[in-house]
């Protein structure tokens, strides 16, 4: 049992990396680090991918709307025709 002694290293070193889980003792520390080894993964990279999906989401909803609204048509014609 050797977990002691990592533990109180932890304490010091309050800043975690979220992406590769490494840790620092400055908040500035860490965010040298992520623009350095984690470039892509900036808030700006991560706002970004979450309106890329959003749009396709969208895309898709209206889509799946489309086909409702189409076949939401040919029914109420065929109820006209009948
Ligand atoms: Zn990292």
Redesign the pocket.
């Known amino acids: 049992m050797s977990a002691d002694q990592s533990e109180r290293e932890d304490e010091s070193l309050a800043y975690v ?1 979220k ?2 889980q ?1 840790r620092f003792q400055h908040s500035s520390a860490l965010g040298g ?2 623009s350095k ?2 470039p892509g993964q900036s808030k700006a990279y991560n706002h970004k991918k979450k309106v890329r999906e959003t749009r396709e989401l969208e895309r898709e909803l209206h889509r799946h709307t489309m086909r409702l609204y189409q076949e939401s048509l040919m029914e109420s014609e065929g109820q006209a025709n009948g």
């Open positions: 990396c992406i590769c490494k680090h992520k080894a984690h």
